[in-house]
C-alpha cells in the first residue's frame, strides 16, 4: 500500500514539475480534453435541465395518474394528420360518469372531475384581472393533485356539493387583485357573482416555456363553476375531465387503466365490437417521449465532443513521449536501482491521468460557470452525474494516451537508457 501510495505521490510531482517546466506546451495540449469535456458536460446539463424543465412544468398533469377525456392526446402517427373529425362527435365525460367511476373502480387511489375556462374577468372593488383560469373542481381534487394552500382553507364537502359561491386564488391573482391585502375573507366577481375567498395557494412560480401556473388560477366547486358556464356538445360548451390517481406502480396503472375502459364501456352500454367513444391519456406518455427525445440530444453531445477528446488525446500522448524521452536516464537509473517494470509503466501512466484530469476539471469548471448564466426560466444545474461522468471521461482519455508511451519507458533496457544523452 505504500509503494501505491508513494508512486501515485511521485507521478503528481512529475506531471506538475511537467507542467510548470513546459507550461505553455502543456496548456495547449491540455486544451483539447477541456474543450471535449465542456462540450459534453454542458450539453448532457442543458439537456438535463431542459428535461427536468418541462416535466416539472407538466407536474399539473399529476403523478401516477390517467385521464378520461374526449379527445385522445397525439399529433397523429407515421406522418398521418391528427383525426380530429373521428372523435368530434363524441360525448365528454359526465358527473353522472364520475360518481359511477368513484362507486366502481376498485384499483384507484382517488378520482376528481374537473373542467375549466381560460381569460376570465375577475373584479375586486376597482381591480380586475383578465389572465386568470377559473378551475371548476370535485372535493376530491385535494386528493389527486397537490393543493399547497399557503393562507386560509380548501372546501367542505358541503361547499363542493352545494355548489357554494367559495374560491381559492393564485398568487399572482391575489397580487393583482388584493396587492397588500389579505385576500381571506374578501369577495371576488366572476360574471357579476360575488365568490368568497376561503384560501390562497403557495407561490409556484412562472412555468418553462410559458406552461399551466397554478399562480394564475382560480378554483371554485365544480357544482359553482357549472352555474356559470355551460357543460355539454353546441357552441361554447366546455369539456370536462375525469382524473384517476394510480397506486404507486406500473402494474397498477396498467390495471387502472383496463378496469376504467370496462366500467366506461359499461356506462355508456357500447357493444363488445363498437370502438370506445371516450380517451384515456397518460400524462406518463409525455415524461417517456421527452426522455426518449433528449437520449438522441445527449448522442449528438457525445459526437460534437468526440472530436475535441480525440485531439486532447494526440496532445497528451505527445507530452507523455516528450516526457519520456527527456526522463530517459532517470528511467535507466530507476532500473538499474531495482525498479520494476510496473513501477515505471504506472508512473508514466499516472502522470498522463493526471494531466489529463487537470484537463476536464477545467472543462468542468467552465461548465460550472456557465450554470449562472441567466436563461430566463430555464434554470442550468451542473449535477454531479455530469461531473463524475466528465472526471470518469478525463481518467479514460488519460489511460488511452499514456499507455503506449508509459510501455515503452517500461520496456527500456537500463544501460541503452543510461547512456541515451
Not at 366572476?190 to 401556473?213: A, D, N, P, T
Request: aromatic share 12%; hydrophobic share 45%; net charge neutral.
Amino acid at each position: 500500500m505504500k509503494i501505491v501510495i508513494k508512486l501515485i505521490l511521485e507521478s503528481f510531482r512529475f506531471a506538475w514539475n511537467a507542467l510548470k517546466m513546459n507550461m505553455l506546451r502543456t496548456v495547449l495540449s491540455l486544451l483539447g480534453v477541456t474543450i471535449g469535456i465542456f462540450a459534453i458536460i454542458s450539453v448532457f446539463t442543458l439537456v438535463d435541465s431542459l428535461e427536468r424543465s418541462l416535466k416539472e412544468s407538466f407536474n399539473f398533469l399529476g403523478a401516477n395518474t390517467i385521464l378520461v377525456q374526449k379527445w385522445p392526446w397525439g399529433l397523429g402517427g407515421d406522418g398521418e394528420a391528427y383525426p380530429w373529425w373521428k372523435y368530434l362527435k363524441r360525448p365528454h365525460p359526465t358527473w353522472e360518469e364520475y360518481e359511477f367511476l368513484a362507486e366502481n373502480v376498485q384499483n384507484a387511489a382517488s378520482l376528481c372531475i374537473m373542467a375549466n375556462k381560460e381569460d376570465i374577468v375577475i373584479k375586486f372593488e376597482n381591480n380586475s384581472s383578465n389572465q386568470g383560469t377559473l378551475m371548476g373542481v370535485s372535493n376530491s381534487y385535494k386528493d389527486v393533485y397537490e393543493v399547497a394552500i399557503e393562507e386560509g382553507r380548501y372546501f367542505t364537502s358541503q361547499e363542493s356539493m352545494g355548489g357554494r359561491s367559495v374560491a381559492i386564488v393564485g398568487h399572482r391573482i391575489a397580487e393583482d387583485l388584493f396587492a397588500e391585502l389579505n385576500p381571506i375573507g374578501k369577495s371576488l366577481k366572476i360574471k357579476g357573482i360575488s365568490y368568497y375567498v376561503i384560501g390562497k395557494l403557495k407561490e409556484e412560480g412562472e412555468g418553462f416555456l410559458e406552461m399551466q401556473s397554478k399562480d394564475d388560477q382560480i378554483m371554485i366547486p365544480y357544482h359553482s363553476f357549472t352555474k356559470l358556464y355551460y357543460i355539454g356538445k353546441g357552441k361554447g360548451g366546455l369539456e370536462p375531465n375525469i382524473t384517476l390517481k394510480g397506486y404507486d406502480s406500473d402494474l397498477g396503472l396498467i390495471e387502472l387503466e383496463s378496469e376504467v375502459k370496462g366500467l366506461m364501456r359499461s356506462k355508456r352500454g357500447l357493444k363488445p365490437r363498437e370502438e370506445e367513444n371516450f380517451a384515456i391519456n397518460h400524462p406518463d406518455a409525455i415524461a417517456n417521449f421527452i426522455g426518449a427525445t433528449f437520449d438522441i440530444i445527449g448522442i449528438a453531445g457525445w459526437v460534437i465532443g468526440s472530436f475535441s477528446i480525440l485531439v486532447g488525446g494526440f496532445g497528451i500522448a505527445n507530452i507523455m513521449f516528450v516526457s519520456v524521452r527527456e526522463r530517459t536516464n532517470i528511467i535507466g537509473i530507476q532500473k538499474s536501482l531495482g525498479a520494476k517494470n510496473y513501477f515505471i509503466l504506472f508512473q508514466f501512466l499516472f502522470e498522463s491521468v493526471f494531466l489529463s484530469l487537470i484537463g476536464g476539471a477545467l472543462g468542468i469548471f467552465l461548465v460550472y460557470l456557465l450554470s449562472f448564466a441567466n436563461l430566463g426560466t430555464l434554470e442550468l444545474r451542473l449535477s454531479l452525474n455530469n461531473v463524475f461522468l466528465g472526471l470518469g471521461v478525463s481518467v479514460v482519455i488519460g489511460v488511452v494516451s499514456g499507455i503506449v508511451p508509459a510501455a515503452l519507458a517500461a520496456r527500456m533496457d537500463p544501460v541503452m537508457a543510461i547512456r541515451t544523452q
